[in-house]
């Protein structure tokens, strides 16, 4: 929530924050999980950049860590829970994506996840899907 000062009196206005999603550009898996968390920000809360980009530079997200990157609120959030975040905020099915990752324990879920991220690569070698598709080129950060 903001104060803002209007007609000598200060209001509480609610500023909905945009969320930034940092992926592998260079992953066709990676690049499927964007498409697909796109089409389900409705509320158009999600903004998506790559970890190789000047936006993840800014934002100082290492990128030794072969796994995404989620900001919300200031905070980082890496791996299995940047994912269930990222899924959650996008609403529709991704709130019971993310409702499923959330009854599985922490590690189990950034065990699951890092095992993907290491063989994201070999899962997926069509390299024919590209990015953005229609209506996200605005939501895009380099």
Same mark, same amino acid.
């Given at each position: 929530m903001k104060l803002q000062f209007f007609a000598r009196t200060w209001? *509480?206005? /609610?500023?909905?924050?945009?969320?930034?999603?940092?992926?592998?550009?260079?992953?066709?898996?990676?690049?499927?999980?964007?498409r697909w968390l796109n089409r389900l920000d409705a509320?158009?809360?999600?903004?998506?950049?790559? /970890?190789?980009?000047?936006?993840?530079?800014?934002?100082?997200?290492?990128?030794?860590?072969?796994?995404?990157?989620?900001?919300?609120?200031?905070?980082?959030?890496?791996?299995?829970? *940047?994912?269930? /975040?990222?899924?959650?905020? *996008?609403?529709?099915?991704g709130t019971l994506f993310a409702l499923g990752l959330k009854l599985l324990p922490l590690k189990i879920r950034n065990w699951g996840y890092h095992?993907?991220?290491?063989?994201?690569k070999k899962l997926l070698k069509n390299e024919t899907c590209e990015l953005p598709e229609e209506g996200m080129r605005e939501k895009l950060l380099s």
């Open positions: 209001q *509480a206005s /609610l500023v909905e924050e945009k969320m930034i999603v940092f992926f592998d550009s260079d992953c066709l898996f990676c690049k499927g999980g964007v509320k158009d809360r999600l903004r998506f950049a790559p /970890l190789s980009g000047e936006t993840s530079k800014n934002w100082k997200i290492d990128t030794t860590d072969d796994s995404m990157a989620f900001i919300q609120n200031g905070v980082t959030y890496r791996a299995s829970e *940047a994912a269930r /975040l990222a899924f959650q905020t *996008a609403g529709g099915v095992v993907i991220a290491r063989n994201r």
